[in-house]
């Protein structure tokens, strides 16, 4: 059974050809990628739901999809520009639809939005390269969304905003010392989204890409000394991601197989698509 999966892209045009020029291709594109990688019968569709004159579907068009994935996204929710809130908007046919909903990072925070919570510019800082100790809470244990998961985990992430007030209908999942929901699933209106605010579709080697884009940021606020430690880091990352055997470098750097292992990286996106998306295409076939 061919699994038919939207992916929205977060970014708007000047994202995205921002992406395609620096990192050689844009979010949805990667998304799609370890959708395919983790389901090789999933058929995936890309909208643009950030552009004004984007042909998206309703909400009886958004049926036609056995689930919808949002991505990352260089925008911000609290700026309440047409590109952010056109995808807010959205995100509450997707609800309304009652379609199997999951995102990352700006994905989490869209949904919050769409569902009546917050998002700011986050008062504890940037989180940038590897979100350490993501823990699940109680009401993670035994959730479907992080099953395989152990109850200390670390995982990719980049992100200057998060959610600082949780939509009604919100359960958190999992929390750092940078986020408080890292993790969570929404019930609003018909649909469930289950996201994360870390990026588990990131490889080692795009992370250190897009760490390299900002390296003078990064320095200014700490997380390098200077230049030539930046770079480093970064060709360690993506040595590691190209070798995983290289233990002196995971050593070096507290990497541990929640990070190099690609099916353990990809977790939450294979739970929604085991959990919620094949259930439901199964059930949308026999109807």
Known sequence: MALNILVMEGNDAEGRMRQKTRLGRMASEGYSGCIRFLAPDAET?????????????DVNGLRRFDGVVITG???H???EKPEAMRQVAFARKVYESGVPFFGSCWGLQVATAAAGGTVEKNPLGREAGVARAVTVAEAG???????????VFDAPCIHLDAVTKPAPGTTILASNTMAPVQAAEIRHRNGVFWGVQYHPEFTLS?????????????????RFRDEAQAQQYCQDMADLCH?????????RYGIGPELLDRKRRLTEIRNFI??????????????
């Open 45 to 57: 569709h890309v909208c643009l739901p950030a552009d004004a004159d984007a042909d998206l579907p």
């Open 243 to 251: 070798n995983p055997q290289l233990t002196h470098v995971a050593w």
């Open 73 to 75: 996204s260089a925008l």
């Open 141 to 151: 244990r035994g959730h479907p969304l992080l099953d395989g998961r152990p109850p």
């Open 274 to 287: 085991e959990y919620r998306v094949r259930p439901y295409a199964a059930q949308r076939l026999a109807a």
């Open 77 to 79: 929710v609290w700026e």
């Open 206 to 222: 795009y992370l250190a890409r897009l760490l390299m884009l900002n390296i003078p940021l990064h320095i200014e606020e700490g």
